[in-house]
């Protein structure tokens, strides 16, 4: 797997995002890291981007700026990550350490 660290990264962290596809980053240099790179089901993989997908929700395109219930939002977002997070960590194993981390 690709990062900008020297050594093999072992910690991974879950966060949302705005501009890329996936939510995945190494914990270590902060390197994007494609979902494609990482040994998971194609099933986790896909509710992963669409999960990442609802980040740009809580932006209004007309303003620019943070929905009004962004509270809200923030909490059924951030509990779906954690899911994920959970089944990531489930699926990668003893392999990787796996840390969620909000977006806010
Ligand atoms: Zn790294």
């Known amino acids: 797997m690709q990062c900008g660290c ?14 890329l596809v996936s939510p995945i980053w190494c914990d270590k240099c902060g390197w994007n890291i494609k979902l494609d790179e990482l040994q998971i089901s194609n099933e986790l993989k896909s509710e992963l981007i669409s999960w990442n997908l ?23 977002y951030d509990r779906r990550g954690c899911k994920l997070s959970e089944r990531l960590q489930l699926e990668l194993k ?5 840390r969620f981390e909000s977006f806010i």
């Open 54 to 76: 609802c980040y740009r929700k809580l932006i209004n395109p007309k303003t620019g700026e943070y929905i009004d219930n962004w509270i809200e939002f923030r909490e059924q």
């Open 6 to 19: 020297k050594d093999k990264t072992n910690i991974l962290k879950v966060q949302g995002n705005r501009d």
């Open 94 to 98: 003893e392999e990787y350490i796996i």
